[in-house]
């Protein structure tokens, strides 16, 4: 062999080990799904806040109506995701939870941590990987999730009412469970 094949054969075969590790190195679903739920969550609560600044809870009501499926959804399409939120007591139809993601929810909500925090469940089939992360309740989701005339003012009730007839999304405490973020990913 000479000197040259020497140094393509020691060249070629640490980068197609490498390669090969790489193919078989596992996604990180659970990490990479927390990535796109944090942003999600950044971006709203800014928007919202932004929406309440500009005319109070009362029209942040409307804004979320109009944006917040469009935004999650448009999210998960530049990350490559199928992003959605759900929940049991849903404010939007649309956010219902499906009889297989009840479960989840269940088993999610009744296994907080010590610190009240909630898990991450993944749920992997032949075609997908759905991470489920959760939505607490935080003060600043009493304004339109909290109790009606405690937390939630007569004139945002009226909105609610006004924009979402059928409206479940109420009666949350701090630190409650409001909801999950679903993330599916193709394998």
């Known amino acids: 062999m000479n000197e040259i094949s020497k140094i393509a054969v020691g060249t070629i075969i640490p980068v197609l080990s490498l390669l090969v590790n790489l193919g078989c190195r596992k996604a990180d679903y659970e990490g990479m799904a927390l990535e796109i739920t944090k942003e999600a969550k950044t971006n709203l609560v800014q928007k919202l806040t932004n ?105 945002t009730l009226e909105v609610l009412q006004k924009e979402y007839p059928d409206d479940q999304a109420r009666g949350y405490r701090v630190g409650n469970l409001r909801g999950l973020f679903s993330v599916q990913f193709a394998r």
Do not use: W
Request: proline letters at 8%.
């Open 51 to 155: 929406a309440i600044a500009e005319g109070g809870t009362k029209n942040a009501i409307p804004f979320c109506k109009q944006n917040a499926m469009s935004f999650t959804s448009n999210l998960g399409s530049k990350k490559g995701v199928l992003l959605r939120r759900i929940s049991d007591k849903p404010r939007n139809p649309m956010n219902f939870v499906s009889e297989e993601e009840r479960k989840i929810f269940l088993e999610i909500s009744e296994n907080p941590t010590k610190e009240g925090e909630y898990p991450v469940k993944t749920v992997t089939t032949r075609d997908t990987v759905t991470v489920y992360v959760p939505i607490p309740t935080a003060g600043l989701c009493l304004q339109c999730h909290g109790e009606p005339n405690v937390d939630i003012k007569k004139e």
